[in-house]
Nanobody, 125 residues
Framework: QVQLVESGGGLVQAGGSLRLSCAAS????????MGWFRQAPGKEREFVAA????????RYADDAKGRFTISRDNAKNTVYLQMNSLKPEDTAAYYC??????????????????WGQGTQVTVAS
């Protein structure tokens, strides 16, 4: 099991940027597929981005393409989500997720076994 702790959320004006971090611990952290999800009030949790353990593969939700960038530093067991050109509709709790199964299996259904507690992002108009 991987333990995940998110940070970096906050209040930002529309058009601004934030970088979320997710610190992972556990012996399989550096070999896990990592992802970001978000959940706005009254809505279901939705996929945002994922990255393979090596960083060679990434995948983004359509709304995140061109604005968000997922990256990882395995030496620090940390994954990042750089968010630019933020919109009020990006307001949500953002969750980090991890899974040690294969990239293909995880992204087939965005299935992750470990989750963080979330960090709130609020974008003011």
């Amino acid at each position: 099991q991987v333990q995940l702790v998110e940070s970096g959320g906050g209040l930002v004006q529309a058009g601004g940027s934030l970088r979320l971090s997710c610190a992972a611990s556990g012996r399989t952290a550096s070999s896990s597929v990592m992802g970001w999800f978000r959940q706005a009030p009254g809505k279901e949790r939705e996929f945002v981005a994922a990255i393979s353990w090596s960083g060679s593969y990434t995948r983004y939700a359509d709304d995140a393409k061109g604005r968000f960038t997922i990256s990882r530093d395995n030496a620090k067991n940390t994954v990042y989500l750089q968010m630019n050109s933020l919109k009020p509709e990006d307001t949500a709790a953002y969750y980090c997720a991890a899974d040690r199964r294969s990239w293909e299996w995880v992204v087939a259904g965005y299935r992750f076994g470990s989750w963080g507690q979330g960090t709130q992002v609020t974008v003011a108009s």
